[in-house]
C-alpha cells in the first residue's frame, strides 16, 4: 500500500466516523467525550524473553528458570467520544525489552569476490548476551460500542492501524561472538577471536501492523474510567505459527540468511512481535470534558 | 344569633360537599392532610419495629422481623399506589362506622387505619398495624351498614389476633419444610390454618359486633352477599326497552326468553381454599345469634340515608372501575341499575355511552383481549352469566356489529342532544359516525322499501352500484321524509331507528354519512376522539433490540411517574432485597434527575413516595394517571386500545404542561448460581393521543452499577430531546 492509499484509506475511516458523529445520539458518559489516560499492557513471554532476560519456557532465551516473565507495555492515549458508538483515538505505547539472541546464525558468513573474498566462520551458533530494544508504537484506533452501550462505557471492540518503530542497541561488551576469520588470497585463517561488530550499535526499524481488540470501559465517580480487555496486532498474530518454528526466520524468509551484520535486523522484528502479538491491559483514564 | 349562624353554615356545608347524584357524579378523590405513611421514613419505621421486637421474649423473631419489613413495605405500596382513598367520603364514612364500633374501646380505634381502596373486588384486608383496606366493590354489594359493619368487625378481630402476622409465620415454616411432602399437602395445610383463622375472626369478630346496637341478623346476611359477590350490586331484570325509542323496537330474538338461575355453591369444597365455604361461616354465626336479643338493634346507626348516599358513591365509582379494566358488559350493566334510580345523571349517561361505544370497537376488533387483560378471552358467552345480567349479554352476544354500532349512534347521539356541553359524549358521538362510515352503512341503508318509494330507492342504489353519480344526500333524507307517509312492508327493526332525527335535526343529518362506500374512510374511523388516534403516517423507528422512538416529536418536558427500583437475590432466603431496593430507587430518582438537569431536560416528579402531607392534590393526580396506565397495560401496552378514563386527562396535561409521561425502572437480579442481570426499562407515553412514543428495555449481564445507571438514564433523556 503506497502512502497515497494510506492516506485515503484514513481519509475514508475519517469520514465514516464524522458521518456517524453527525447522527449520533448520546454522545460520551452523560456528555463528557474527551478522555485522557494511561495504561499497561501485558502478555507473557513466552518464546522470547522479556526485558528482565527471562522467559516461561527458556526455550530459546538466556533465563532457563521457568520464573514467570512477562513483557510489559506502557500507553498514554486520548480518546474521544465521536457518537454514541464510536469513538476516535490515538495512543502511543512505549516498551524496552531484549532480545535474548536465541537466533543462530550461519556458521559461515562473509562473501567471496574473486581474491578479495574473506570469511568468517563462527564457534558460536548465535551471540552471546542480548541487545536491548526500546520500542515505540503509534495507533490510530476506533472503539465500536455494543448496541446497549454508549461510549465511553461499556463493552466494545476496537481496531486500527499502527506503526511500529523500534530502536535496538547493543552492546559489544555484552554481546558478542566467537570465531576466526578466513582470507581466501592467503588462505589464512586467523587466529580465534572476539567478533563484537553486529553493524551500528544503534539501529531503527519501522513496521506498520494493524491492531484488533475488545474490551470493557467502567466508570468511577462519573469523571474516572477503568479500561481492561485484550488487544492483538494482526500481522503479529498470524505469525505465530512461524515464530514458535525452530528457526523461525529462516520459515518466514527462507531465503534470507542471518549473519551477523543483519543480524539484529533478522531478528529484531521477531522479538516486536512477540511483545504485541496478544495482550491484556488496564487503563485509568479521566474524563475531561 | 352566631349560635344559630354557624350550625346553618356547617350543615350548608355538609349539603355542599355531598353529590348531587340526580344530577351527575363526580369521581372519588382524596383530600385532607395525608398520613404519616406517606412522609414516614419507612426504614426507620421497620428497624423501630424491629428494635421493638427484639425487646419483647417472643419465638420466631428471624421470620418475624421479616415479616415487619414485607408488611410494611406492603402497606406502604398499597397506601400510595394511586387506588387507595384517603379523607374521602366513603373513607370518612367507614371510620364513622367504627368510631361506633368502637366506641367503648377507643385505644383500639385509635391504632386502626381504615382506607377505602378503588378495587370492584368484593372483599377487605388487614394489616398489622392496624391498617385495613376496604374495597369499593364490597361496599357497593353490602345491604346494609350493620353488614358492613360486621365485616369491619370481622377485620378489627384479624388485627386484634394478629392473623396476619401468625399466618406468615406458619406459612414460611411450611415453606422451609423439606419433608416427603408435596405442595398440594403443604397448600391444603396453610388453607386449612387460614380457615381457622378466619373462623375464629368471624366468632371474635361477631362478638364485637353484638356489644353494637347493630342488629345481629345482618351478620348473617353478610354472609349472603360474599356467597352472590360475583354477580352484579342490584339483580334487575334487563328490559330492552332501555335502549328502545318510538322509532326504534328491538326484535325479540335478540333477547332470551328467560335467564338463568343463579348457581348455589355455597357448600363447595373449601379444601384447598383459605376461607370456609360460606354455607359453613355462615351457619357459624347464626349459631351465634341464637339465643340472642336482637331488640332495638338496626340496621344502621350512622345513618340510613347515608348508608345509601355512600353505597351509590362506591356503585358509581364501580363503574369506572369496570371501565378500567375494560369489563364494559359489566360497567354497562352496572350504569343500567344505576340510570333506573338517577335517570338524568350525566355520569351514568356517559358509562354508558363509553359502554356501547366501546363493544362497537370491539365488534370491529379495533379493541383486543390478551392474556394480560382482566377478559382474556374477550366478553363473555352468555351461557357463562347467572339471572338478569345474562339477558344483556346475550343481547351483546347476537347484534352484529354493524346493527350495535347503529344502536350505539342512536344511544351516544341522543345522550349527547341531552348534555350536549358533554364533551365526552360528544366525542363518542363524532367517533360513531366515523364508524358508521366505515361499515359502509349511510342513509341509504335506512330508506324503507315501501311499494311507493321502492322505484326512488332502487334508482338510488342503482346509481350507487354503478357509481356513476351517488344520490345525493338530500335526495335520500327527502326519500325518508316522504316514505313516511305510506305503509311500510320492510320488515328490519333499524329502517326507522333515526326517523325522527332525519326529519327534524340538522346536525345528526349533517354528520351522518350519505352512504358508506362514497365515504372516506379515516384509517382509524374515530380520530376525532382523541384518546383512540392512530396516526397512520407516524414514522416509528424500531430496531432490533426491541426499542423504538418515533421521531414525529421532539420532547422537552415529561412528567416523571415514580421511578422504580428493585433487586431480587435468590441466593438469599428473602429473596426480595427490600431496604436495599428503597435505597437504590432514592438514587435513582437522584441520578434520573441529574441526567435530565444536565440536558436542560424539564422533569416534573409525580411520585406519592415524594410528598408532604399537604400534597393530596399530588396524590390524586397520580391516581388519575395510574388509572390510566392500568387501563392501558390491560392489554398489550404497545396496543391501540383506546382509553376511557380520560376525563382528567386534559386537566393534568395544562397543569403539568406536558403530555408526556415517563416511566423508568430498574430490576436487579441474582440467581442462586450467582448469575446477575441488570434489566433497564423507560417508557414516553403521550398521555394526550394514547401513544407509547419510547421505549427502551435492556438487559445487561452485569451487576447495577452506577455507570451503567447513569449511562442509560442520560442516553434516554438525549434521545428524548435529540430526534434523530
Known amino acids: ?289 | 344569633m352566631i349560635k344559630f349562624i354557624i350550625p346553618f353554615v356547617m350543615l350548608s356545608g355538609l349539603a355542599i360537599s355531598q353529590q348531587n347524584l340526580k344530577d351527575n357524579f363526580v369521581p372519588l378523590k382524596s383530600s385532607g392532610t395525608l398520613p404519616d405513611v406517606f412522609t414516614q421514613n419507612i426504614r426507620n419505621v421497620i428497624q423501630k419495629d424491629i428494635s421493638d421486637l427484639n425487646k419483647n421474649h417472643e419465638n420466631d423473631k428471624y421470620i418475624k422481623s421479616n415479616y415487619l419489613t414485607e408488611a410494611n413495605y406492603e402497606i406502604e405500596k398499597i397506601v400510595k399506589s394511586g387506588n387507595t382513598l384517603i379523607n374521602d367520603e366513603v373513607t370518612v364514612y367507614l371510620n364513622k362506622v367504627a368510631d361506633v364500633i368502637l366506641k367503648n374501646n377507643p385505644t383500639l380505634r385509635n391504632e386502626l387505619h381504615i382506607y377505602t381502596l378503588k378495587s370492584p373486588v368484593v372483599n377487605a384486608y388487614s394489616y398489622d398495624k392496624g391498617y385495613m383496606f376496604i374495597d369499593i366493590g364490597l361496599i357497593a354489594q353490602v345491604e346494609t351498614e350493620a353488614q358492613l359493619a360486621y365485616i369491619l368487625c370481622h377485620e378489627i378481630s384479624h388485627y386484634t389476633k394478629k392473623h396476619h402476622i401468625e399466618g406468615y409465620v406458619k406459612n414460611k415454616k411450611l415453606d422451609r419444610q423439606n419433608y416427603d411432602r408435596n405442595g398440594d399437602d403443604k397448600l391444603i395445610e396453610k388453607c386449612q390454618y387460614s380457615k381457622e383463622k378466619e373462623s375464629e375472626a368471624d366468632v371474635e369478630g361477631f362478638r364485637l359486633f353484638e356489644q353494637t346496637d347493630y342488629n345481629l341478623k345482618q351478620a348473617e346476611k353478610a354472609f349472603d352477599v360474599l356467597q352472590y359477590a360475583h354477580l352484579p350490586f342490584e339483580l334487575v331484570e334487563f328490559k330492552k326497552s332501555f335502549f328502545e325509542t318510538e322509532y326504534l323496537k328491538l326484535p325479540n330474538g335478540y333477547f332470551l326468553k328467560e335467564v338463568s338461575s343463579i348457581r348455589n355453591n355455597s357448600n363447595e369444597d373449601d379444601t384447598k381454599l383459605t376461607h370456609p365455604n360460606t354455607a359453613k361461616r355462615k351457619q357459624t354465626v347464626v349459631d351465634l345469634i341464637a339465643n340472642r336479643s336482637n331488640a332495638g338493634k338496626v340496621n344502621a346507626l350512622v345513618g340510613q340515608s347515608q348508608f345509601e348516599y355512600i353505597r351509590d358513591l362506591t356503585r358509581m365509582e364501580l363503574c369506572r372501575l369496570y371501565l378500567k379494566r375494560r369489563d364494559y358488559p359489566n360497567a354497562l350493566y352496572a350504569a343500567y341499575v344505576l340510570a333506573n334510580k338517577y335517570p338524568n345523571n350525566q355520569y351514568v349517561a356517559e358509562v354508558i355511552s363509553k359502554c356501547m361505544y366501546a363493544i362497537s370497537l370491539y365488534g370491529k376488533g379495533s379493541i383486543r383481549y390478551n392474556s394480560d387483560s382482566y377478559l382474556e378471552n374477550g366478553i363473555p358467552s352468555h351461557s357463562d352469566i347467572e339471572s338478569y345480567p345474562q339477558q344483556l349479554y346475550h343481547f351483546i352476544n347476537k347484534v352484529p356489529s354493524n346493527e350495535w354500532t347503529m344502536l350505539s349512534l342512536n344511544y351516544v347521539y341522543r345522550t349527547h342532544k341531552k348534555f350536549p356541553s358533554n364533551q365526552n359524549i360528544n366525542a363518542y358521538s363524532d367517533s360513531l359516525f366515523k364508524l358508521v362510515s366505515q361499515v359502509n352503512w349511510g342513509i341509504v341503508d335506512f330508506v324503507r322499501l315501501s311499494k311507493k318509494t321502492e322505484v326512488v330507492t332502487e334508482t338510488a342504489k342503482d346509481t350507487l352500484a354503478t357509481a356513476a353519480e351517488p344520490a345525493s344526500k338530500t335526495d335520500l333524507i327527502a326519500s325518508i321524509q316522504k316514505e313516511n307517509n305510506f305503509k311500510s312492508y320492510d320488515t328490519a327493526y333499524y329502517k326507522e331507528m333515526y326517523l325522527d332525527l332525519f326529519m327534524n335535526d340538522k346536525e345528526f343529518i349533517g354528520k351522518f354519512p350519505a352512504n358508506g362506500s362514497s365515504t372516506t374512510s379515516s384509517s382509524s374511523g374515530f380520530s376525532s376522539y382523541s384518546t383512540s388516534s392512530k396516526s397512520s403516517d407516524s414514522k416509528t423507528k424500531k430496531s432490533k433490540k426491541g426499542e423504538y422512538i418515533k421521531t414525529e416529536d421532539k420532547i422537552q418536558k415529561v412528567l416523571l411517574l415514580e421511578p422504580f427500583y428493585l433487586k431480587i437475590d435468590e441466593s438469599k432466603e428473602e429473596e426480595f432485597q427490600y431496604f436495599s431496593s428503597d435505597k437504590k430507587q432514592e438514587n435513582y430518582i437522584v441520578t434520573v434527575n441529574n441526567c435530565a438537569q444536565k440536558q436542560n431536560f424539564e422533569l416534573v416528579t409525580l411520585d406519592p413516595g415524594l410528598v408532604t402531607s399537604s400534597d393530596v392534590d399530588k396524590v390524586n393526580d397520580y391516581s388519575v394517571i395510574n388509572d390510566w396506565f392500568s387501563e392501558k397495560f390491560d392489554a398489550d401496552s404497545d396496543d391501540k386500545n383506546p382509553i376511557f378514563n380520560t376525563n382528567e386527562i386534559d386537566n393534568l396535561v395544562g397543569k403539568y404542561g406536558t403530555q408526556y409521561v415517563f416511566k423508568t425502572g430498574i430490576v436487579n437480579y441474582k440467581s442462586r448460581s450467582g448469575k446477575k442481570r441488570t434489566y433497564y426499562y423507560a417508557f414516553v407515553y403521550d398521555i394526550k393521543k394514547n401513544e407509547m412514543i419510547y421505549k427502551k428495555f435492556e438487559t445487561f449481564r452485569d451487576k447495577d452499577s452506577k455507570d451503567l445507571i447513569n449511562a442509560k438514564v442520560y442516553q434516554t433523556f438525549y434521545e428524548l430531546k435529540h430526534k434523530k
Request: positive net charge.
Open chain 1, 1 to 289: 500500500m503506497t502512502t497515497k492509499q494510506r492516506l485515503h484509506l484514513i481519509v475514508f475511516i475519517l469520514f465514516l466516523v464524522l458521518s456517524s458523529s453527525y447522527l449520533a445520539q448520546s454522545t460520551g458518559f452523560m456528555g463528557t467525550r474527551l478522555q485522557i489516560g494511561y495504561g499497561l499492557h501485558a502478555s507473557p513471554a513466552l518464546i522470547g524473553s522479556n526485558a528482565n532476560n527471562e522467559s516461561i519456557f527458556g526455550n530459546h532465551g538466556s533465563a532457563t528458570t521457568g520464573e514467570a516473565a512477562f513483557n510489559t507495555i506502557h500507553e498514554g492515549f486520548l480518546e474521544f467520544a465521536a457518537s454514541s458508538k464510536w469513538m476516535i483515538c490515538f495512543s502511543a505505547r512505549y516498551y524496552k525489552t531484549t532480545n535474548d539472541n536465541s537466533k543462530a546464525f550461519n556458521n559461515n558468513s562473509g562473501s567471496y569476490s574473486g581474491y578479495n573474498a574473506n570469511q568468517i566462520d563462527f564457534y558460536d551458533r548465535n551471540p552471546s548476551g542480548y541487545y536491548t530494544m526500546q520500542g515505540l508504537t503509534y495507533t490510530l484506533y476506533f472503539k465500536y460500542f455494543g448496541s446497549r452501550y454508549v461510549a465511553p462505557w461499556g463493552r466494545y471492540v476496537m481496531f486500527g492501524p499502527t506503526l511500529n518503530t523500534v530502536k535496538a542497541t547493543y552492546d559489544p561488551t555484552i554481546m558478542k561472538a566467537r570465531g576466526r576469520y578466513y582470507d581466501q588470497n592467503s588462505y589464512y585463517y586467523s587466529t580465534d577471536t572476539t567478533i563484537t561488530n553486529f553493524g551500528p550499535t544503534t539501529q531503527k526499524f519501522k513496521g506498520l501492523n494493524f491492531m484488533l481488540g475488545f474490551g470493557r470501559s467502567r466508570i468511577v465517580g462519573n469523571r474516572v474510567t477503568i479500561d481492561y480487555g485484550v488487544n492483538v496486532q494482526f500481522f503479529s498474530a498470524l505469525s505465530t505459527i512461524f515464530d514458535i518454528g525452530e528457526n523461525p526466520a529462516n520459515l518466514i524468509d527462507r531465503k534470507a540468511e542471518v549473519n551477523e551484520s543483519n543480524y539484529i535486523e533478522r531478528t529484531v522484528r521477531y522479538r516486536v512481535r512477540g511483545v504485541n502479538r496478544l495482550n491484556v491491559f488496564l487503563k485509568i483514564g479521566v474524563l475531561l470534558f
